[in-house]
């Protein structure tokens, strides 16, 4: 089964200005692949990183959906406890232009083996790496009909 990691930015997708095509199409589709999480076709992925982004966000009732859904979903969490394995990385992932937030992501989405990091941020899509494959959910979701039909 794939296992994947969703950045913050995929789960206030649903929350953005659903009026512009792009984001209502990235909006449905990661709806899509949240119900492909509830009915465990795919294993979610979660870190101290993101808990800390969505406990940033200010919208109480956004922020406690997010939450409620990444508690009650993630089966794999990477930890600060794990920092000796997640700077060395971050600071290899930086080097290639990455804020530091984005990369912290996508050395814990590394570490934990996901095989997808699921993301609307163009920077982080531009990002190359051998060990995992970067995607918007769209793209993920052309990706995962194919593999299932």
Same mark, same amino acid.
């Given at each position: *089964?794939?296992? &994947?990691?969703?950045?913050?930015?995929?789960?206030?997708?649903?929350?953005?200005?659903?009026?512009?095509?792009?984001?209502?199409? +990235?909006?449905?589709? !990661? *709806?899509?692949?949240?119900?492909?999480? !509830?009915?465990?076709?795919?294993?979610?992925?979660?870190?101290? *990183?993101?808990?800390?982004?969505?406990?940033?966000?200010? $919208?109480?009732?956004?922020? +406690?959906? &997010?939450?409620? $859904?990444?508690?009650?979903?993630?089966? $794999? $969490?990477?930890?600060?406890?794990?920092?000796?394995?997640?700077?060395?990385?971050?600071? +290899?992932? *930086?080097?290639?232009? &990455?804020?530091?937030?984005?990369?912290?992501?996508?050395?814990?989405? &590394?570490?934990? !083996?996901?095989?997808?990091?699921?993301?609307?941020?163009?920077?982080?899509?531009?990002?190359?790496?051998?060990?995992?494959?970067?995607?918007?959910?769209?793209?993920?979701?052309?990706?995962?009909?194919?593999?299932?039909?």
């Amino acid at each position: *089964m794939l296992k &994947i990691y969703l950045d913050n930015c995929c789960y206030g997708r649903p929350f953005d200005d659903l009026s512009q095509e792009k984001i209502k199409n +990235e909006a449905i589709a !990661k *709806m899509y692949i949240q119900s492909l999480i !509830k009915y465990k076709a795919l294993l979610l992925c979660s870190s101290y *990183m993101l808990s800390l982004e969505i406990n940033e966000i200010p $919208f109480a009732n956004n922020r +406690e959906h &997010i939450l409620s $859904f990444v508690n009650n979903y993630s089966e $794999f $969490f990477i930890g600060g406890e794990r920092e000796n394995e997640i700077f060395p990385l971050t600071n +290899e992932i *930086m080097k290639t232009g &990455i804020k530091r937030k984005d990369a912290v992501h996508l050395a814990c989405s &590394i570490i934990s !083996k996901c095989d997808y990091f699921i993301t609307t941020d163009k920077r982080v899509l531009n990002y190359k790496t051998d060990k995992l494959k970067i995607l918007n959910p769209i793209e993920f979701i052309k990706i995962w009909r194919k593999q299932n039909d």
